[in-house]
């Protein structure tokens, strides 16, 4: 059975505002769920309903949907999430509480779990574990790029689309081709009317480069912090080369346990929506422990 429709909540910590969506009635396990780059958290309308016995928190992340944007002065280095995720634990009184996540927010946390061991009981994650190590060689390119692009970006006019149809068939046709289903979905949660049409909420500023990245000492150091036990599902036809990429961290960590479904990188939008829940429900539960 489908749990009920969510409900709209407002987080605040620290003078900054999240906006959520929460499912369940609080007495589940709590899960706070985080989204992708430039989506937000309607990106978990379709599966959250199916994990029964769960109190979900699904937010909009920083610069994300309808939650707040950093200052001029701020950056949306990943690592930055860390922050904002143990803030919203706090503000939803969450000492132990466990992840589930896509893409970039997946990255983000197990920079989180690494960071504060201790705080997550278990981490669900969806097409994406780390990100592509850097070579120390490369920082200082990598921060020439990041200082280009945050001037760039921080001075860009929002694309406006003269109808909200047309901000849904571009979002149909991004980087990741997605279900007509699944970008209204994402369109109704992250546009907004303006004089002649819509644009996208999310700040520009999440196109630029990080002014740093880690390097292959630093990945592992984060992931050989993960006490708690992991599940990640790989898209078959998801980000290139990710499988590939992943193999040998996925033989040197034992309690990260994968799986392939098919599907692209959305696929918890998608037809894999199902095989995810079954999978991650009894695990987010605590049924397996």
Not at 59 to 80: K, V
Not at 172 to 177: C, D, H
Not at 190 to 204: I, K, M, Q, R, V
Not at 253 to 266: C, F, L
Request: glycine share 8%; with cysteine; hydrophobic share 45%.
């Amino acid at each position: 059975m489908k749990q009920a429709a969510p409900r709209e909540i407002s987080l605040k910590f620290d003078s900054k505002t999240i906006a959520a969506r929460q499912w369940g009635d609080g007495t589940g396990e709590p899960v706070l769920a985080l989204h992708g780059w430039l989506d937000n958290c309607a990106s978990f309308d379709r599966l959250a309903p199916l994990l029964e016995g769960i109190n979900l928190v699904a937010m909009d992340m920083a610069g994300h949907g309808r939650s707040y944007h950093r200052s001029p002065h701020a950056n949306y280095n990943i690592w930055e999430e860390a922050e904002d995720i143990i803030g919203v634990s706090e503000a939803l009184g969450w000492r132990n509480f466990s992840l589930l996540a896509h893409s970039r927010g997946a990255i983000a946390s197990v920079i989180t779990a690494g960071t504060f061991p201790k705080r997550i009981k278990r981490l669900a994650l969806i097409d994406g574990l780390v990100p592509p190590a850097s070579k120390d060689s490369e920082a200082p390119d990598i921060l020439a790029k990041a200082i280009a692009q945050r001037a760039r970006y921080s001075q860009r006019r929002a694309k406006v689309y003269p109808t909200f149809e047309a901000a849904v068939e571009a979002r149909m046709n991004g980087m990741f081709p997605l279900s007509e289903w699944a970008a209204r979905a994402l369109a109704e949660r992250g546009t907004l009317p303006l004089e002649g049409g819509f644009t996208w909420s999310n700040d520009p500023r999440l196109m630029a480069a990080s002014s740093a990245k880690l390097n292959e000492a630093q990945v592992r150091a984060f992931l050989s912090r993960l006490s708690m036990p992991v599940h990640l599902v790989l898209a078959e036809e998801g980000i290139a080369n990710m499988i590939e990429r992943l193999r040998p961290v996925l033989e040197s960590y034992k309690n990260i346990e994968a799986r392939e479904i098919p599907g692209g990188h959305h696929l918890h939008m998608e037809d894999g929506a199902e095989a995810i829940a079954e999978w991650f429900g009894p695990f987010l539960r605590g049924e397996a422990d």
